[in-house]
């Protein structure tokens, strides 16, 4: 019996360095995804106080932006994965739906920039939604 006790701690070691290499990893892909998310939200909601095409087309931008920098990210938890895809899907429509929305003001097309404005008010909520289950994720001991 006491032969198996060095394995034993070795084993327990090696369990305990996987979770706190685990732990690492987690908190370093949550840094950066909300360095990228809360700093470029940050900046939309700042460009886009005043609602203009010229405003509207950077907001779209960063949008897009955003969506390429987590694009290439990896996630040691397959959930997360899909929940930063679902998240840079709804980066991408909220990119294509406030250009149209400029598009729409510049051609004083005032009917369908409502439709628009309606359009992105909608996409608020899941984002939300995602952004909360990715933070929760960041949360959540491994």
């Not at 405003?55 to 994965?81: H, I």
């Not at 899907?89 to 439709?115: F, G, H, K, P, Y």
């Amino acid at each position: 019996m006491s032969n198996r006790a060095p394995e034993f701690a070795c084993l327990a070691l090696g369990l305990l360095c996987l979770v706190g290499c685990e732990r690492v990893r987690r908190a370093s892909q949550c840094d950066l995804l909300a360095d990228s998310v809360n700093t470029t939200m940050g900046a939309v909601a700042e460009e886009t106080k005043s609602i203009t095409p010229a405003t509207l087309r950077t907001g779209a931008r960063l949008y897009a932006s955003l969506s390429q920098t987590l694009g290439p990210m990896q996630f040691s938890d397959r959930q997360m994965a899909i929940e930063v895809e679902s998240f840079r899907r709804s980066l991408d429509s909220a990119a294509r739906i406030t250009e149209q929305l400029a598009d729409d003001l510049t051609q004083n097309e005032l009917a369908q920039a409502a439709l628009h404005r309606r359009d992105l008010e909608a996409l608020k909520g899941p984002m939300k939604t995602q952004a909360y289950k990715m933070n929760a994720w960041c949360k959540h001991e491994p």
